[in-house]
C-alpha cells in the first residue's frame, strides 16, 4: 500500500519536472492517504496550481493549509502568492504581512509585500482608474443583480450593455463613469461605499458637478498623454508580472518547500546558550529543566537539534509518548526546513529506540529503517537488525504447541509410510516450528530429506537433532548414510565412530550392530575394486589415500605396527585404545594389514 510520503515524493519529483497535473494527483492522494490533516501537502497542491495559473484552486488549499497549521509562516506565503495571482493586492498584502509577523526574517514574505506595493502603485497610477480589479469578476453581473442597492438598476439592457463594455476595457470605457449617475452607483456598491443618489441636485450642486466634471476630464488627458509619452505600465500587466515571479518563488518541490530560515545571529547565540544550560542539565538528570531550556531555544531559533535534545530528555525521563510526539515534530519540522540529513536521521532513531523501549517491535523496525535511508550508521543498522530478529523469536515462540507439534508428526508419519516424501518433509517442518527443541523432528526430517536424494540438507537436519540431544544415535546414523550417499567416507566414518562411543555409554551398546553393518559398508565402497581394475592396481590407489598414508607414516603406527609382525597378540592390547582400533580398522579394511 502506497503511503502518503511515498505520494508526496511523487508529487516533488512531477512539480520538479514541470508536470503539475500529475503533481496535483500525486498531491492529491497524498492528502487522501494521510491519516492526518498535512498542511505542508496543501502547501505544495497550492504551489501546483499556482504553478497552472488556477490561483482560485490554489487558494482554497491554501487556506486550508493555513487552517491547518496557523502558526506555520510559509503558508500564508501560499496565501498571499494565490491572492496576488487573483488580482486581490490588498488580501494578499495581508497575507504577507501575516507571514512576516509570525518570521520577520522571512525573506519569501518581504519580498512578494515589496511586488504587492509596486503592483498597487502601478495600479493607481494607471489609466483604468483602479477600475481592472473591479470589474474582473466573471460573475459581476449576477452579483449586481442580487444586490438590493443595484437589482433595479440592472434591469435597464442599455446599462448592462455599457458594464460590458467597462468590463472589457476599462482604460477606454472609463470616462463613461463621469456622464451616468447609475455607473456611479454601481462603482460606489462594488467598492462598499454608501452613496445616495435618491435627491435630485440644486441647479448649483449641477453647475459645481459640471466643473468637477471638466476638472476631471483635463486629468484624465493629461495622464493619457503621460502615458504615450513613456513606456505604459498597466495594472493588469503589473499584475500578471508580479503573480509570475510569485508563482515561481512557491514552488513546492522538497527543496523549495522546507526552506530553513536563518535567524538573526544573536537569537541563534541566545539558543545556542539556551541548549548548553539544557544539556548540563541533562547530565545532572534535572530532566524536567533541560526539557525548558531546550524549548527556549527552539522558540528562539529554529534548529531541530534542540527538538532532538528535548526528545532525549523526554525519553530519559520516562515520558515516551512525549519522546515520540517531539520526535515527530523534529521529522516534520525538519523537511520543511530543509535541516541536515542526518538530523532527521537521529530523528527517527530515537522514535525507533522510543517505540523498543515500549515494547513495540514492529514500530522501532520502521523507524530504524526510516533512520537508516536518511543516513546509514553501523549502531543503527545493528539495532535493525537485532530488533528483526527479536520479532522472529517471538513469534516462532508464540508458535510453539506440543500437541499441535505431535498432531504434525503423526501425519508426517504416515505420509512417509505412504512414500509421500514432499508431504512428509512439510509435516515434519511443521512438527519442527511447533516443537523446535524436540530432536526427532529434525532427524524425522533427515529421513525424508534422503529419500528425496536432498543429503546436504539431511546432513544439517541431522546435526540439528544431535545439537538438541547429543545422545540421540538415530541422528549419528541417518547422517553417517547421508555421507555415504555423498561418498565422504573419512567423514561418515567419524560420524559412525562417534555414535558407536556414545551407543555403549547411553545405550549399553543397542544400536552396535547396526552400526558396525553400515560402517563395513562404508569400509567396502571406499577401497572396493574399480570396475575394469587389477588387485594390484586397486592396491597401489589405496595406497595413495592421504588418510592410508597419513597413518603409515605416523611414527606411533610405526612402532604398534612393528610390534605386531613379531607377536601378533600385542596388536590386541593396543586396540583397547579407540583411536588406535579405528586407525588398525582402517588399514585393515584398506587391504594394508591382512588378517586370517
Not at 491572492?83 to 504577507?96: H, M, V
Not at 530432536?439 to 533427515?446: E, H, I, K, L, V
Request: proline content about 4%.
Amino acid at each position: 500500500m502506497t503511503t502518503a510520503d511515498e505520494y508526496k515524493a511523487e508529487g516533488n519529483k512531477y512539480f520538479a519536472a514541470k508536470e503539475f497535473e500529475k503533481a496535483i494527483d500525486s498531491f492529491t492522494k497524498a492528502i487522501e492517504a494521510s491519516p492526518e490533516p498535512n498542511h505542508v501537502l496543501y502547501s505544495n497542491r497550492s504551489g501546483s496550481y499556482a504553478s497552472l495559473k488556477e490561483f482560485g484552486k490554489a487558494l482554497e488549499d491554501a487556506d486550508e493549509c493555513v487552517k491547518i497549521n496557523p502558526s506555520w509562516a510559509k503558508g500564508y506565503n501560499r496565501v498571499g502568492g494565490a491572492q496576488f495571482g487573483l488580482g486581490n493586492f490588498e488580501d494578499a498584502k495581508k497575507a504577507y504581512e501575516k507571514c512576516l509577523s509570525i518570521d520577520p526574517q522571512n525573506a519569501q514574505a518581504k519580498e512578494g509585500l515589496k511586488s504587492i506595493e509596486n503592483a498597487i502603485k502601478a495600479r493607481n497610477s494607471s489609466d483604468d482608474m483602479g477600475l481592472g480589479k473591479l470589474f474582473r469578476d466573471p460573475n459581476l453581473i449576477n452579483k449586481l443583480k442580487s444586490n438590493p442597492k443595484t437589482s433595479k438598476l440592472m434591469e435597464d439592457p442599455a446599462l448592462v450593455a455599457k458594464l460590458l463594455e467597462i468590463q472589457a476595457n476599462p482604460q477606454v470605457n472609463a470616462m463613461q463613469l463621469m456622464s451616468d449617475q447609475r455607473l456611479m452607483t454601481i462603482i460606489a456598491s462594488l467598492m462598499g461605499i454608501d452613496m445616495d443618489f435618491t435627491e435630485p441636485p440644486s441647479n448649483k450642486d449641477e453647475e459645481s458637478k459640471s466643473t468637477s466634471k471638466t476638472e476631471e476630464q483635463t486629468k484624465a488627458e493629461e495622464q493619457k498623454q503621460n502615458v504615450e509619452e513613456t513606456p505604459k505600465t498597466t495594472s493588469a500587466s503589473a499584475s500578471t508580472s508580479a503573480s509570475a515571479q510569485e508563482t515561481k518563488k512557491e514552488e513546492p518541490s522538497e527543496d523549495k518547500d522546507v526552506e530553513m530560515e536563518d535567524a538573526s545571529s544573536s537569537s541563534k547565540a541566545e539558543a545556542d546558550q539556551a541548549k548548553a544550560e539544557g544539556n548540563t542539565l541533562y547530565k545532572q538528570r534535572k530532566f524536567d529543566e533541560a526539557i525548558a531550556c531546550y524549548d527556549k531555544a527552539w522558540d528562539l531559533h529554529k534548529d531541530i537539534t534542540y527538538l532532538n535534545n528535548k526528545a532525549a530528555a523526554e525519553y530519559e525521563k520516562g515520558d515516551y509518548d512525549a519522546a515520540i510526539k517531539t520526535c515527530n515534530q523534529a521529522v516534520d519540522e525538519g523537511r520543511d526546513m530543509r535541516a541536515d540529513y542526518k538530523l532527521i536521521a537521529k530523528s527517527f532513531a530515537r522514535l525507533g529506540n522510543t517505540y523498543l523501549k515500549k515494547d513495540d517491535l514492529p514500530q522501532a523496525v520502521k523507524y530504524f529503517d526510516k533512520s537508516l535511508t536518511e543516513h546509514r550508521t553501523p549502531d543503527v543498522l545493528n539495532k535493525l537488525r537485532s530488533t528483526q530478529r527479536e520479532i522472529k523469536i517471538r513469534e516462532a515462540a508464540a508458535y510453539i504447541n506440543p500437541e499441535k507439534a505431535e498432531e504434525a508428526r503423526l501425519e508426517g508419519k504416515q505420509h512417509f509410510t505412504n512414500a509421500d516424501w514432499p508431504a512428509a518433509v512439510k509435516a515434519y517442518s511443521e512438527m519442527i516450528k511447533r516443537a523446535p527443541e524436540d530432536a526427532r523432528g529434525y532427524s524425522n526430517r533427515a529421513a525424508a530429506l534422503i529419500k528425496l536424494l536432498s543429503f546436504p540438507d539431511a546432513i544439517k537436519d541431522c546435526d540439528l537433532a544431535i545439537e538438541k540431544d547429543p545422545n540421540f544415535i538415530r541422528a549419528y546414523i541417518r547422517k553417517a548414510n547421508a555421507q555415504l550417499m555423498m561418498k565422504e567416507y573419512t567423514h561418515c566414518m567419524e560420524t559412525l565412530s562417534e555414535a558407536r562411543q556414545k551407543d555403549l555409554e547411553h545405550n549399553n551398546g543397542a544400536n552396535q550392530h547396526e552400526i558396525d553393518q553400515l560402517f563395513n559398508k562404508v569400509t567396502y565402497q571406499r577401497f572396493q575394486n574399480i570396475e575394469g581394475e587389477t588387485p594390484e592396481q586397486t592396491m597401489e590407489r589405496v595406497s595413495k589415500d592421504p588418510e592410508i598414508v597419513s597413518i603409515l607414516q605416523d611414527p606411533v603406527m610405526q612402532n604398534i605396527l612393528a610390534q605386531a609382525r613379531d607377536n601378533p597378540a600385542a596388536l590386541q592390547d593396543h586396540m583397547k585404545n579407540p583411536d588406535v582400533a579405528k586407525k588398525v580398522n582402517l588399514l585393515i579394511a584398506a587391504g594394508v594389514i591382512r588378517t586370517r
